[in-house]
Every structure is written in structure tokens, then in C-alpha cells.
């Protein structure tokens, strides 16, 4: 079956913070999926069973967080992060993915890392950033979402639609900060289809407080 949600992990602190996002997006009844993205293979089958171990022990970590020793888990082979993570979403259809903040980032401060910058920077999915230090929120909800006032195609006002239905959260000011939730779209010049941010919604994901989710042009996100 395939997955509508994944969520990058590595076993770091700050994608326990995408595990919690993963978990509250998953009240939409969204199917979850676990990823971690290897760079390449051992030669020597020590060093690669070594390897494997540890990727396997890092995603059964994950699925014991969220209490779901049954999700989905993928390791992927990929000299970049963001692009492996990418073609995962394309087979598995998968609506969105869901990244922690950068590792430096302050508590309730959202900074993309690499892996995010890359999908953000004309990637074919959608993009979800987690605060840093929301797991210390695990067992939070959305109950509020509002859009990014910003000109964009409607794929992103649509995205607001259908997860403040499916969480039964509250859709909010455009633009309103205090929203547990911000969708940000593409600008209207982007690519059908894919990401590409205006440099007002640059700056604007350096000054927000809350979990974003980061749409393509076109395509809502729908889970």
C-alpha cells in the first residue's frame, strides 16, 4: 500500500520534531511512511551489514516514537537527501514530506536544512516543516490553519481547505501568525507542478513560529 505522508528521519533529536508533525498530520487519516536516505553502499559486507543495522535500529527508533510499530519503513540509496526523498514520494504517490528543522535552529523557529532547501528549490512534492522542538509537544493537535497572504496559485488556498476539513481544525486570517499551521504556495511563474518561492515567502518562513507546509504550483496536497 502505498504512503500519502513521509516523514524523514535520522534518528536526530530534530526529526523527532518531523515525527511530531508527522503524527499530527496523520489525524487527516493520511497513511504515515518512515524514510532514511543513505548515501551509498559499504564494499567491504561487514562495514555494509554494519550499515544496514544501523539504518534499520534508526527507523524502528521512529516507529517506536509515534507508537506505530507497524509503519511503513524505507531506506533509500541516494547521493542526495532531498533528491532520494523525491523519487520515494514520486513511487509511492506520496502527497508530502515532512522534514525537522535544521539542527541549529531555536525552539519554536523554522529553519529548512539541506535535505528541505532542495525540495524547496523546485522539488515535485510538497514540503512540510516541523518548529524546532515540537516533540515536546508530541501529543499536540492542529486546530488552527491559515494561508500565507502572499501571490500564489490557488493550489495553496485549496491545501488549506482540505486539511483544515480533515483535521477539523479552524481556517484562520490569511496571514496569521499565531495559525498552528501556514500554507505557503508557489508563485504563480513556478514550473506546473513544482515548488518555487517568492522572496517575500522567504522571508517570511525565517519569522514564523509555526509548522508550514510549502505547496507546488498546482498541485494541493490531498491526504
Known amino acids: 500500500m502505498s504512503s500519502d505522508i513521509i516523514i524523514s528521519y535520522d534518528g536526530t533529536p530534530n526529526d523527532d520534531d ?105 522539488g515535485p512534492v510538497a514540503v512540510a516543516l516541523a518548529p524546532a522542538g515540537l516533540r515536546a509537544h508530541a501529543n499536540g493537535a492542529i486546530s488552527s490553519v491559515a494561508l500565507f497572504a502572499d501571490e500564489t496559485d490557488a493550489a495553496a488556498g485549496e491545501t488549506v481547505d482540505v486539511l483544515a476539513a480533515k483535521l477539523g481544525a479552524e481556517k484562520v486570517a490569511t496571514g496569521e501568525r499565531g495559525a498552528d499551521l501556514l500554507v505557503v504556495g508557489s508563485q504563480m511563474s513556478a514550473p506546473d507542478g513544482r515548488i518555487a518561492l517568492s522572496g517575500s515567502a522567504r522571508s517570511f518562513l525565517g519569522s514564523v513560529r509555526s509548522a508550514v507546509v510549502v505547496v507546488p504550483r498546482g498541485q494541493p496536497v490531498e491526504i
Do not use: C, M
Open 18 to 122: 518531523a515525527l511530531a508533525l508527522g503524527r499530527q498530520l496523520g489525524a487527516t487519516g493520511a497513511r504515515l511512511a518512515l524514510a532514511y536516505v543513505r548515501h551509498s553502499r559499504e564494499y567491504d559486507t561487514g562495514r555494509e551489514q554494519l550499515a544496514e543495522h544501523d539504518a534499520t535500529r534508526r527507523l524502528e527508533q521512529g516507529a517506536a516514537w509515534l507508537g506505530k510499530p507497524d509503519i511503513a519503513r524505507h531506506v533509500v540509496f541516494s547521493a542526495s537527501t532531498g533528491e532520494g526523498l523525491a523519487q520515494l514520494a514520486e513511487a509511492e504517490e506520496a502527497s508530502l514530506v515532512v522534514f525537522g528543522s535544521d539542527y541549529r535552529t531555536p525552539p519554536g523557529s523554522v529553519e529548512p536544512g539541506a535535505s528541505a532547501q532542495h525540495l524547496l528549490e523546485g
